[in-house]
């Protein structure tokens, strides 16, 4: 397995995560950290598995991906939230960017 090829790709998101959870680190501690982590996982790890598909930088498509998973996430939880349980509606709106993500580069190849 080629794991330099991985280190380029997702380098410069990494090092951004880095910095992010020991800046949170520092200020909230532990909790704040884990939840700053889960933030992270929710709102940007699927936006960037979708901008992923497309020809960008890849400082771009972390700040991109910020952006939208901060606008798009919430919003597809919380009126599907309104149909059905908030914490089912949360899984439902993450599985659903993951597979549109998937399907993009799918289609795109």
Known sequence: MNLSKYVKKFGFALVVTLII???IFFILGI???MAALGLILLF???????ID????QEDQKVIFSFFIGVGIFP???????LL??????ILIS?????????LI???RK
């Open 21 to 23: 959870l020991i800046f």
């Open 31 to 33: 909790s704040g950290m």
């Open 44 to 50: 940007i790890l699927p936006t960037y598995f979708i």
């Open 53 to 56: 598909n497309y020809d960008l």
């Open 75 to 81: 919003s597809i939880a919380y009126w599907l939230g």
């Open 84 to 89: 059905i349980s908030f914490k089912i509606a």
């Open 94 to 102: 993450f599985i659903v960017l993951i597979l549109i993500g998937i």
């Open 105 to 107: 580069r799918k289609f």
